[in-house]
């Protein structure tokens, strides 16, 4: 285990679920840091598919979103060549080792040994990433090796952290499964990519996971934690439907940490509301007695595509962007508002995804809590804003 898995913010869910047996599986993986001097962020993103290697989606893969929203795509091996902890966070896959070295049983490695031993993998937990990969179709190579320093899971950081989804997530109903694994926190290090070295310390650092059958069919989500005036803020928020057991539902959530507080506004107790474009605005509301959040996101830069999982693998249905914009307003107990928070100066903006089907029109409201039989595009505002 790596030495410095002394972090007291581990979160429900953090551990791998897979469990065995045969039925069709996914367990996937978002990690992102912000680098607010340039206006560039790095996401990656891990994946493992039908883990006991029964059919043909068998097998594992790593995206890269890079500056510019630049992309890396490289496909592992099914096997005995990932590994992952079951009750934290922990994981790695490897596809190839350096010429002459001996076969080795897949596990964390200490980092100077990955670095000698494994010509293509990574290996990542709570407070240590690295890794090495080339594009399947380019052959263009990232190199990365960075320390996490949490700082916010998911819930108030002094108390026990808390399941995302709710309570009910700990039993088989949702589909899929999510976790925040940690809200914000601080990335020191360095990356190489594609022949351009990356050193920094203390850069905004967010993750999260999925796991279950399939993404959703329709849901939008949005991240940021590089605010300029608010180093402490980050915000995640999401809305679409979910599956639970046989029927569907309409769901949505805003998470907010701030200066050692925890704000979460879930259309399970509150009133939630979203107006999504096709792509390149959102706009979001939620309340309840306490408070009052708005949110309203932009980007004028074209999607990147990315690959999610579905039940007939990974497709390219994800619209996705570093590169965006994100207003937040929040109002307590209904007095004036908090100064609004948003980027300044050259410090990136924030990421935003899109998913879904391409709609001609934008979205109406959308009251969270009932079924809205509009289709909703994916769209995730993650990253610097």
């Known amino acids: 285990m790596d030495a410095n898995e002394t972090s007291p913010l581990w979160t429900p869910h953090s ?29 990656f993103m891990y994946a493992i598919d039908d883990p ?18 630049g992309y890396l795509y490289c496909p592992l091996p099914p096997g005995d060549q990932f590994w992952a902890w079951p009750h934290r ?49 380019t052959g263009a190579i990232a190199r990365w090796h960075y320390t996490l320093t949490p700082r916010y899971g998911w819930g108030p950081p002094q ?35 594609q022949g351009q070295r990356y050193d920094f310390e203390q ?39 979910r599956q639970v057991l046989w029927q569907s539902e309409t769901v949505g959530l805003i998470g907010l940490h ?13 009133a939630v509301s979203w107006q999504v474009s096709p792509w390149g605005a959102w706009q979001m509301t939620a309340q309840d007695h306490r408070h009052r959040i708005t949110l309203m996101g932009h980007t004028a830069l074209p999607p990147a595509p990315v690959q999610v999982p579905t039940r007939e693998g ?10 965006g914009q994100l207003t937040v307003q929040v109002w ?20 935003i995804r899109s998913r879904g089907p391409r709609l001609g029109n934008p979205l109406a409201p959308c009251q969270l809590g009932s079924v809205s039989r509009r289709k909703i595009q994916r769209q995730s505002s993650k990253d610097t804003i």
Not at 159 to 179: C, D, K, M, N, V
Not at 223 to 230: E, K, P, T, W, Y
Not at 332 to 351: E, K, M, T, Y
């Open 258 to 270: 701030y200066q050692g507080e925890y704000i979460a506004l879930s259309s399970l107790t509150a």
């Open 15 to 43: 551990g791998y679920h897979w469990g065995g047996g045969g039925g069709r599986f996914f367990e996937g993986w978002y990690f992102r840091l912000t680098l607010p001097d340039i206006g560039q962020s790095f996401a």
């Open 203 to 241: 850069a905004p650092a967010y993750s999260e996971k999925n796991w279950g059958g399939a993404f959703p069919q329709r849901w939008f989500w949005l991240q940021a934690n590089a605010f300029a005036d608010h180093p402490d803020l980050t915000l995640t928020a999401a809305g679409g439907n």
């Open 332 to 351: 307590q107990n209904w007095r004036s508002p908090l100064r609004p928070a948003h980027p300044q100066g050259n410090h990136p903006p924030s990421r």
């Open 52 to 69: 006991g290697g029964q059919t043909a989606l068998s097998g594992g893969s790593a995206q890269i979103l890079g500056p510019e929203d």
């Open 89 to 137: 966070l922990g994981l790695g896959h490897w596809g190839r080792l350096h010429r002459a070295q001996v076969p080795l049983t897949a596990r964390y490695l200490d980092p100077e040994l990955f670095s000698r031993t494994i010509a293509q993998g990574y290996q990542v937990t709570a407070t240590r990433h690295q890794g090495c990969l080339a594009d399947a179709a």
């Open 159 to 193: 108390q026990p952290q808390r399941p995302t989804a709710g309570w009910l997530s700990y039993f088989p109903i949702f589909e899929p499964g999510w976790q925040v694994l940690m809200a914000h926190g601080w990335a020191s290090g360095w990356i190489d990519w």
């Open 314 to 323: 990974l497709q390219w249905r994800c619209w996705d962007t570093t590169r």
